[in-house]
């Protein structure tokens, strides 16, 4: 079991930054694959962001990349979204999310833990 806690939501002017922080915890919780996922209200939970166990790849989506940095600490087992430039249409419900295995995914459905989630309000 991997259990996940995020951090870091509230709320933003556009055009500001934030940086969201999940701890990791649990059987072999640095051996994993990551992603960051959000929710906008009435709309179905979608990819962000992910990265490999290592750290030496990662994934973005297209709406978020040159924004957005997905980034880990296997030590602390803590993984990191650094967002800048941010939008109204960033504003959801940020989630983490961990594979059991050490690739990274694109797809919600292959990810095996998740945590409770962390609200982002970006202002117009």
């Known amino acids: 079991q991997v259990q996940l806690v995020e951090s870091g939501g509230g709320l933003v002017q556009a055009g500001g930054s934030l940086r969201l922080s999940c701890a990791a915890s649990?059987?072999?919780?640095?051996?994993?694959?990551m992603g960051w996922f959000r929710q906008a209200p009435g709309k179905e939970r979608e990819f962000v962001a992910a990265i490999t166990w290592s750290g030496a790849s990662t994934y973005y989506a297209n709406s978020v990349k040159d924004r957005f940095t997905i980034s880990r600490d296997n030590p602390k087992n803590t993984v990191y979204l650094q967002m800048n430039s941010l939008k109204p249409e960033d504003t959801a419900v940020y989630y983490c999310a961990a594979r059991e295995v050490r690739i990274a995914s694109t797809m919600k459905n292959e990810y095996d833990y998740w945590g409770q989630g962390t609200q982002v309000t970006v202002s117009s």
């Open positions: 649990g059987r072999t919780a640095s051996s994993n694959a």
